[in-house]
DNA sequence: TTTTGAGTTGTTCGA
DNA sequence: GTCGAACAACTCAAA
């Protein structure tokens, strides 16, 4: 009896998963094992920890019951269950983010003669494949889809019928308790993703090219915390794509965090820092980044976006930028003190995606916008929430202003119980945000 | 080799 | 109200 080691990661499923495929075909028998890291559980925060902790029981299930959680150092522990299990090969997807390629090297050199065996990757392109004709990445968006289309599609991995689970004659100590949450997850679970994905492809995806802009109506498709953790994977979706307006322009979106990791593999550093270094002048993060942190600055789209992060762990795209352009063009604040909030409750937590979304916002990133794109988070609210349904979900402060005022409660005779001052006046840091960036213009 | 045009997500101002 | 211009600098691929 021959027995591989089934190590997952990001790649929460049994439906097109590759690297399983591979671990069957290596052995008799599968032992399927996820190793909580401190490493990655400290950044991750309640929500994505309490998701992550129901998936894995999820998975825990449909191995019949042989997934074995274990802490600790993978470098450490991955080698000891492989001399436990008698494990004559280690299978993984992937991973090339700048924490996850240096574990795996780390894991690999321990595991000495038993070889880890890396099959796909938890993107519809791996990072680092797709490159310009002389061999450097790409640095725009536009050109990298344009090459990811005519590479062309993979099909999905198939699920296999039959499979022999092992517990490998390890104890089970099961998954830990959930971290206490009080936002509201969505399910976990590989059907629950399937569930939602079918949901979303039988009725929004027609109209995805103009509801995606629209955070009241709340048609995107939320897959963002399975595609995460891979409870579903992009190819999956891919393949069961078709070809009108909205399902083109969801199949983007799906290339954009493709493009992300792709950028963050070849630049591991921009998690942390810019990656292009504009030399701005930034404000220290004090009473007002706490006042964005809770959704009290006074500007209605802001803060109900920062309320629904913290209501739900996730933010509506369109609001994301909102806010992140507020944090950074209005209050002048580094990006990744924002970043790192998102982080801390983002049930979607991507870092490629994060951070870069951010940096996108900020002026710093690939494909940037340019400086004097500020949003003003009036127009925007008029403009994409025009009957304030959004806002007086978050803020009920707001619920019985008329459409009209709910953007600019200041021009209220008086301003709704509870509700704050405005806690900067956009036109004026719009103003300072240009300054300062001529200012480093001339740096 | 050089040139040219287009490039996720915006705002303001003045005609 | 509507519309075009201006607001940089750079990447990339096609001509």
Redesign the pocket.
Known sequence: MTTSILWFRRDLRLADHPALLAARDAADEVVPVFVLDDALRGPSGPNRLAFLYRNLRDLHDRTGGALRVVHGKPETTIPRLARETGAESVHVSGDSGPYGSARDQRVADALEDVPLVATGSPYGVTPGTLT???G????????????WRSRGLRSPALTPRRLSWSDGGLPDSGVPRDPSTSARLPEPGEDAARAAWAAFRDKDVSDYARTR?DPGADRTSRLSPYLKYGVLHPRTLHADLGTSEGETVFA??LV?RD?YADVLHHSPASARQDLRPLQLDYDRPGKRFEAWQEGRTGYPIVDAGMRQLLAEGWMH??VR?IVA?FLTKDLHVWWPHGARHFMRHLVDGDLASNQH?WQ??A?TG???????????????GQ?FDPDGAYIRRWVPELRLLSGKAIHEPWTCEHLPKGYPERIVD??AE?QEALDRY?KA?GR
Not at 136 to 146: A, E, H, K, N
Not at 367 to 380: E, G, I, L
Request: proline share 8%; charged share 20%; hydrophobic share 30%.
């Open positions: 310009k004709s002389d450097s990445p790409y640095q725009v968006f536009t050109p990298f889809l344009r090459a802009n983007q979106e954009w493009f795209n369109r930028m352009s979304g996108w916002t002026g690939t494909d940037a916008s340019p400086y004097f794109r500020v949003f003003n988070p009036v127009t925007q403009k956009h036109a719009r001529q213009k």
